[in-house]
């Protein structure tokens, strides 16, 4: 039977993923960086310095700033994305995804949050549904991140779930590198995520009863 069900956050449950995008969209500009959608999908998952490690790489500017000027761009970064997610409420839930949510918990199954966010409690408590996880991973605790599986071996564990008979859910391909590596079964929400064990567009797909079907094929 399955022992856990772990969700990312940041494009899993609401699309702050976009938010993202939007608040290093206006930092890139300010730095006159080239930044699109596409060169997003690199930084789905990543961390805010790691994010900004990279986009600065592809500006050329890799050497431009001081560790302490990186940490204000950084901060920057932040700002603006705060101010996006003021705007969030309860609707603001991707379709389908709280139903989801309180299925697997009405079947006694625990649920957890793997997201490396800094803001995502604030982003919990915006969207009111802090009470359906069981626990949520404590990025400071955190070293390794995605595409490391420290992170889902770490909710698994805390919600005493053996990862093998546990389901990931992530957006990001660093985030479905970290499910597959911590031996959890793997379902990817958006594109480019064929490595998944289980691929759908839009969370408006997901469907419990297929989740655990095809979960319990490949057994
Ligand atoms: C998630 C998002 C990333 C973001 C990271 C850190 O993984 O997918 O886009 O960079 O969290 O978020 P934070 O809120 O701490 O800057
Ligand atoms: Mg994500």
Known sequence: HIE???FDLDGVITDTAHYH?????????????PFDEDFNENLKGVSRVESLT???ANGNQSDAYTDSEIEDLASQKNEYYKQLIQQLTPEDILPGMKELIEEIRSESIPVGLASVSKNAQTVLHALEIEHLFDYCADVAKIKQSKPDPEIFL???????????QSIGVEDAKVGVQSIQGSGMYAVGVGSYLEQADLMVNETTELSWTQIKQAFLHKQ
Do not use: N, R, S
Not at 23 to 33: H, R, V
Not at 158 to 163: G, I, K
């Open 4 to 6: 856990a069900v772990v």
């Open 21 to 33: 995008y939007l608040a290093w969209k206006q930092l890139a500009d300010e730095l006159g960086i």
């Open 54 to 56: 990279l986009i600065l």
């Open 154 to 164: 770490t909710v698994c564990e805390a919600l005493e779930a053996d990862p093998a």
